[in-house]
């Protein structure tokens, strides 16, 4: 039933009947259990998230002030729990809410246009004479000084790591954090890694704004080499933590390691297998090799 919204005046006490006085009570009873219901899920979201409480002011707020709208957006992530976790999304949806989500990812027929170009950012002639080894040292040198990270890696992991891409596009990797681990999610797209914070997976799928972005340039393949530059979010990680999560990307993706391989595997195909604490325990076991 569509309830007529009434301007306060000399004649509104005429205009309501007994049957919109109904529709009222009824609304404002449905409001009620809306805002009880979105409370209830915050909560489980709360509990079972340690880093809830980092966003949970800007999405308290939204609630707050919309709970139905809030609360379908939520039971839309709830209809898609039984498919295999994290994994690509079989259609787009609308998450227009919360903390000032991205715009939807491109699909396939625009996905050159996303590609981003190495001559954008550097002049190639400048390098075309030069070996691997001088465009490395270029290459570093160029971004000294700059809040990102870059890499160089040989052309026989980066087709490693495509191979490996096409067959898990995405995954989770943890960083540390002072009161334990935060999982970031990962998503390969055209020449570019995005990463997000899970927690705003959870709410955006693939609309949540990325933390990190690193870019894979291919322009000088013929050197031998691929040039790697990640930009991130400095309200959300630091440095060392982008680093982090770039070496892990490498080796799950351009190394042979089977422990890692198994794990990429029960992520995209077995879900329910998958262990978040063994991803934890890989990045320990790094630490003290290391």
């Given amino acids: 039933m569509a309830l007529l919204w009434i301007r306060p005046g000399k004649q509104c006490l005429s205009v309501i009947t007994f049957n919109q006085l109904s529709a009222v009570a009824t609304f404002r009873s449905f409001r009620m259990t809306a805002r009880q219901r979105s409370e209830k899920v915050l909560e489980q979201m709360k509990e079972s998230n340690p880093y809830f409480e980092k966003y949970a002011r800007k999405i308290s707020a939204v609630q707050q002030s919309s709970p139905e709208a809030f609360l379908a957006k939520l039971e839309k992530v709830e209809k898609d729990s039984n498919k295999p976790k994290f994994g690509p999304s079989e259609r787009a949806r609308d998450y227009s809410g919360l903390l000032n989500p991205k715009a939807p990812l491109a699909k396939k027929p625009v996905e050159d246009a996303a590609h981003k170009n190495l001559g954008d950012i550097m002049k190639l002639d400048l390098v075309e004479q030069r070996n691997a080894d001088e465009i490395a040292h270029i290459w570093l040198q160029y971004h ?82 691929v040039l790697m530059r990640g930009e991130y979010d400095t309200k959300v990680i630091n440095g060392q933590e982008a680093q982090c999560l770039a070496n892990q990307l490498q080796m799950y993706y351009s190394q042979q390691s089977d422990s890692k391989l198994e794990l990429l595997e029960k992520f995209t195909n077995k879900p329910e297998n998958f262990k978040h604490m063994d991803v934890i325990e890989e990045l320990n076991n790094l630490k003290i090799e290391s």
């Fill in 144 to 225: 000294q000084g700059k809040e990102v990270i870059c890499a160089t890696i040989p052309l026989e992991q980066y087709d490693l790591m495509m191979k490996r891409a096409k067959k898990y596009p995405v995954f989770i990797l943890p960083i540390p954090r002072s009161q334990g681990y935060e999982f970031m999610m990962l998503q390969f797209f055209s020449n570019t890694i995005h990463f997000t914070p899970l927690i705003n997976y959870q709410v955006h799928k693939e609309n949540a704004p990325e933390c990190l972005n690193i870019t894979l340039y291919t322009e000088l393949r013929s050197k031998g080499l």
